[in-house]
T-cell receptor, first 116, second 113 residues
């Protein structure tokens, strides 16, 4: 149980276009999901907290107009990278936590975004 | 701002050796989690510790949460090549609901046959 599915796993897009990444909790409901960015051989950097039915909370330095987050249902959050540039190329990962004590966060398998 | 200092950043050892990874903070965390991540994949939860002084064992891995809930360690006995990966510690700030996670910098472990 406690599976988070992330799609797509890899995407290549042209500069100036937008890309949408989906994060789904398959067997549990998640009122909160988290979006991270990870550079090669580095740790995860939290970008924003996605809240079902309300606005996302962005970390300092993250452009909310560039990284649009929508959490319209209890099982789906989306991250849209708008007007992508090569410097947006990175590994994006989402996570969610099933309710209940002693459950850690479950992470998606990540999305490798390459902007050319 | 809560920070987690993870060390060492890189660890390269021979099969059969033991190793310890440390996570330290000046802040108190409600929980401490350890993850392992392989290239191109998301992190996979290894363990969650919530009680100060708690020790958990997972086969050859031993996890410890400091008495003051500010630090944690991961000890691997008789490392194997399959243990190779990025190990991440993460502290929770939301009591039993965990809340937002603060990640350490990560430890890249390479175990040579």
């Amino acid at each position: 149980g406690a599976v988070v599915s992330q799609h797509p796993s890899r995407v290549i897009c042209k500069s100036g276009t937008s890309v949408k990444i989906e994060c789904r909790s398959l067997d549990f409901q998640a009122t909160t999901m988290f979006w991270y960015r990870q550079f090669p051989k580095q740790s995860l950097m939290l970008m924003a907290t996605s809240n079902e039915g309300s606005k996302a909370t962005y970390e300092q330095g993250v452009e909310k107009d560039k990284f649009l987050i929508n959490h319209a249902s209890l099982t789906l959050s989306t991250l849209t990278v708008t007007s992508a540039h090569p410097e947006d190329s990175s590994f994006y990962i989402c996570s969610a936590r099933p309710l209940g004590l002693n459950y850690g966060y479950t992470f998606g398998s990540g999305t490798r975004l390459t902007v050319v | 701002t809560q920070l987690l200092e993870q060390s060492p950043q890189f660890l390269s050892i021979q099969e059969g050796e033991n190793l310890t990874v440390y996570c330290n903070s000046s802040s108190v965390f409600s929980s401490l989690q350890w993850y392992r991540q392989e290239p191109g994949e998301g992190p996979v939860l290894l363990v969650t510790v919530v009680t100060g002084g708690e020790v958990k064992k997972l086969k050859r891995l031993t996890f410890q949460f400091g008495d003051a809930r500010k630090d944690s360690s991961l000890h691997i006995t008789a490392a194997q090549p399959g243990d190779t990966g990025l190990y991440l510690c993460a502290g929770g700030d939301g009591g039993t609901s965990y809340g937002k996670l603060t990640f350490g910098q990560g430890t890249i472990l390479t175990v040579h046959p």
